[in-house]
């Protein structure tokens, strides 16, 4: 009989190196994901109120963060969260960069993994940018916000505020209301609250509702008033950066308040509304909605901080949640 023994047995050969992990859609993530995502969230969230707010749990790690479109929220709460975790952070701005001067995207990524970074966390306005980033170097990637694609913790910190506010994501009834067309938020979060439980319904005129989208699994309203039935109100602004030259969506903005603004006439008590940012008060949103109790905003950058946390976490460390989160008790 032939010797079918292997040249050199398994346990000799060097260890697989561990599969690099990426974020770049909602869509590489099974329930269980987003559950361990939320609970480690949940746990440095925790370490939010304290005095020293720094954890040693990343030291000596390299975040490079890399906006290609402007930022305040996801840029500046990655950033916190790699310091916090005592990671060392680049932030790259593409105003400023050698990509003002025709740098590729390509170039640009081989250039920085030239400095080993551990994560390249990057923005840019053509979808798939963070996959051709993840091809040329040997970081983890993580979208923050591609094209009309993808924004994955965007949709990882609205269902973690939404279990903060309201118990639990299944069952609840979730109305979109807006620019969906154009929105990589829309996108992201309807997948993350179908796989979720939730019941998504988006609401807004025919122009801005990508047409087949009840494939996905929600519900579409063209009737404004469809927003009262739902638990949460989450509010998308008109994103003209995205729009087509010359294209005309809605008559005019004015008109597009009128008949699609989230006023306080259109809500009931006890809802709660939320909003990715930026906002544009008066426009699809009033200021009074935009500042009442039941409006999250604010707490959605809160979660943004300890969501990022959590994510950067779970991408360079492998092993059984259980021990990690341990581990973070520890040190903390
Ligand atoms: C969103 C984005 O950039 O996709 N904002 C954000 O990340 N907080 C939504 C938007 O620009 O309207």
Redesign the pocket.
């Known amino acids: 009989m032939a010797d079918v023994r292997p040249l050199v047995r398994d346990e000799l050969l060097p260890p697989k190196p561990p599969e690099r992990r990426h974020l770049i859609s909602i869509g590489d993530l099974a329930r269980d994901d987003v559950e361990r995502l939320l609970t480690l969230a949940k746990t440095f969230a925790g370490t939010l109120d304290r005095d020293v707010k720094k954890l040693p749990t990343l030291r000596g790690r390299t975040v490079v963060n890399l906006f290609y479109?402007?930022?305040?929220?996801?840029s500046s709460s990655f950033e916190l969260a790699a310091k916090r975790l005592s990671a060392d952070v680049m932030s790259i701005k593409a105003s400023g960069s050698a990509v003002d001067k025709g740098e590729s995207l390509k170039d640009t990524a081989l250039t920085i993994g030239c400095y080993d970074p551990d994560v390249i966390v990057i923005?840019h306005p053509e979808i798939g940018a963070p996959n051709l980033v993840a091809r040329f170097t040997e970081a983890h990637v993580v979208n923050?916000?591609d094209g009309k694609h993808q924004?994955p913790t965007?949709a990882l910190l609205d269902l973690y505020t939404i279990v903060e506010e309201l118990g639990r994501v299944e069952g609840l009834h979730v109305a979109i209301v807006g620019?969906v067309l154009?929105?990589?938020?829309a996108r992201s979060d309807v997948q993350a609250l179908l796989l979720m439980g939730a019941h998504v319904t988006l609401v807004g005129p025919p122009p801005l509702i990508p047409r087949g989208i009840e494939a996905m699994g929600c519900a579409v309203s063209h009737d404004i008033g469809a927003i009262k039935e739902a638990d949460v109100v989450y509010v998308?602004?008109m994103?003209k950066?995205r729009m087509l030259a010359g294209a005309n969506y809605v008559p005019s903005l004015r008109e597009y308040t009128a008949r699609w603004g989230v006023t306080p006439e259109r809500i009931r008590p006890g809802q709660k509304v939320m909003h990715?940012?930026?906002m544009n008060r008066g426009v699809e949103i009033d200021g009074a909605v935009a500042d009442m109790a039941d409006a999250l905003i604010e707490r959605?950058?809160r979660s943004?901080l300890a969501v990022r946390m959590a994510v950067l976490y779970d991408l360079l460390t492998h092993g059984p949640v259980g021990v990690k989160v341990a581990e973070i008790q520890a040190v903390a």
């Open positions: 479109e402007s930022s305040t929220r996801t923005r923050a916000g924004h965007q620019d154009h929105s990589r938020v998308l602004r994103q950066e990715p940012g930026p959605q950058v943004g």
